[in-house]
């Protein structure tokens, strides 16, 4: 088989670039605005384009869609069948690439990445895709998930003299495929499958082909994707929001389990060698995904607005106003203000523009860092009872913050209202948690967290709530068997067992994981 050659432009010194809205953890400047993000930290987003003779520009459209996934490092690696071009930098999508690096990308074939780091230190050594030259030919991949069992394999593949390049778990998949026998590159990717545990949405790129693989849960998503003037051309992503800025068609969700291999032959649809029950996120409907996505059928908008209309029948309060937490908490308010038929306003405004050039004043500024990023409108709260609604409490620290603020700007009472279940445990499923202890509701009572929030009240919607709501909204071709959902973080209840069970997921932390 001939060689072929791997390009990298960029030299792996590229330089750290602090993203917008979300810093990089190494930034002297990061802390103010990370001290108030108190979310679930989202992972990564991945896109694949098949046949267009712009692939690497069509996969920066793409990624910039799905920056919501990542913000820390932004990649692509096309092929123009003869040899592999790969650019991966530091910050946002828009900083990683310039139109004369997109022109270094040629061929008609690309994948891309977006990252948060879970796994692995956050460094331009783990910006993904990853991409290697083998005896077999040029391969690279990339991942949105966590591989659970990484650690251990890849203490034995470096046992045998495998050497690795970076952190991240998902390198250890390149090695398991150049090590396979086979020969068809998908028979190699199963064999690499065969040993892995985990969540895995994965992207690889060949000199010819690109293959799509969803763990046998489908933990986390990924969907096919079509240009209507070009039936030949494909695209894959995390989420079909990906496909509304190229054109682009949203065919179906790949499977649990299934592999498509596209290549000059068309598309393939290939089983997985291990079958398990599907496990999607549900912490995709709460947070994670776009609210103009569609997941699994459904809209994510629409989910999260029957979160808030079941939510309002669970925990109503008595109030003359509901806002959200902008943004990803106006679908729920909408839906639980129209339910009980308070007004809903918007109380608190948003800036977009924060992180990127910040200095913290040295004098003390009442809620400085959660001001950078909201504000209120006093003639919006003066006066009034007020239900705010956010779509999860992690640590309590963000909505100790806007209660205090919305207070200060006059209200009378303040009711929080959140559109999930509490978050009592960490998520090992390629999402970026604290500590089990730095959940608020891990070992404090409803009734603690109002009083440290500060709030009047505090409900939350209930585990069965939300996924009669999820089950609700839909069309027929959508999963409405409850059971197939992954709500691990709210009721410890593990698809994948661990022990013992690790302090934390964060990305600083020693993993110490292994299936059981
Ligand atoms: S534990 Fe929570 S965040 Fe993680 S995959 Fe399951 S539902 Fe999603």
Not at 244 to 269: C, H, K, N, T, W
Request: glycine fraction near 8%.
């Amino acid at each position: 088989m001939t060689r072929r050659h791997l390009t990298i432009l960029d030299p792996l010194a590229t330089s750290p670039v602090t993203p917008r809205g979300g810093s990089h953890p190494s930034s002297p400047l990061a802390s103010p605005l990370n001290d108030d993000d108190d979310h679930f930290h989202d992972q990564c987003g991945v896109f694949a384009v098949y046949g267009h003779s712009e692939a690497a520009n069509i996969a920066y459209l793409g990624l910039h869609a799905l920056q919501h996934r990542g913000q820390e490092s932004a990649g692509i690696v096309t092929s123009d069948g003869e040899a592999m071009y790969a650019h991966r930098a530091m910050g946002l999508v828009q900083d990683a690439f310039s139109a004369e690096g997109l022109q270094k990308l040629p061929g008609r074939i690309a994948i891309g990445h977006v990252r948060y780091s879970t796994a692995g230190d956050t460094h331009i050594r783990n910006a993904q895709p990853f991409a290697v030259d083998s005896a077999r030919g040029s391969l690279a991949v990339c991942h949105n998930g966590n591989l659970t069992n990484a650690d251990e394999i890849r203490a034995e593949l470096e046992a045998e003299g495998s050497i690795f390049s970076s952190t991240s778990d998902t390198e250890v998949l390149v090695h398991l495929a150049a090590r396979s026998k086979e020969i068809a590159i998908e028979d190699r990717i199963l064999d690499a499958l065969a040993r892995v545990k985990g969540a895995y949405s994965l992207l690889f790129l060949t000199s010819d082909a690109i293959v799509a693989v969803r763990d046998p849960r489908g933990i986390r998503p990924l969907c096919l994707g079509l240009l209507p003037s070009r039936k030949d051309v494909h695209v894959i992503a995390s989420e079909p929001v990906a496909f509304d800025l190229i054109g682009a068609e949203y065919v179906r969700d790949i499977e649990p389990g299934e592999m498509l291999v596209i290549d000059g032959a068309g598309v393939r649809s290939l089983r997985l060698r291990e079958e398990q029950q599907p496990q999607s996120c549900i912490f995709e409907y709460v947070y994670f995904a776009r609210p103009d996505s569609k997941l699994n059928g459904r809209s994510v908008y629409e989910v999260r607005k029957e979160f808030g209309r079941t939510l309002a029948k669970e925990s109503p309060a008595e109030a003359e106003v509901v806002i959200p937490v902008p943004d990803s908490g106006v679908p729920a308010a909408i839906g639980y203000a129209g339910a009980l038929g308070i007004p809903f306003e918007m109380g608190l405004i948003r800036s977009h523009y924060v992180g990127r050039t910040f200095i913290e004043p040295q004098e003390s500024i009442r809620h400085f860092g959660v001001r950078l990023k909201l504000n209120t409108v006093e003639e919006i709260l003066r006066g009034k009872r007020v239900v705010v609604l956010d779509d999860s409490i992690v640590r309590g620290t963000t909505s100790r913050k806007i209660i205090k603020m919305v207070r200060g700007a006059g209200a009378r009472e303040v009711h929080l209202r959140i559109s999930s279940p509490p978050t009592e445990w960490p998520c090992f499923y390629g999402i970026d948690t604290p500590t089990r202890r730095e959940l608020i509701a891990s070992s404090h009572s409803v009734d603690e967290i109002a009083r440290y929030v500060t709030a009047d009240s505090v409900g939350y919607l209930s585990l069965h709530g939300m996924l009669d709501a999820v089950t609700r909204i839909g069309d027929k071709s959508s999963d409405s068997n409850k059971a197939h959902y992954c709500h691990a973080c709210f009721s410890g209840r593990y698809a994948i067992p661990f022990a013992p069970l690790p302090e934390s997921t964060s990305s600083s932390s020693k993993r110490r994981l292994s299936e059981v």
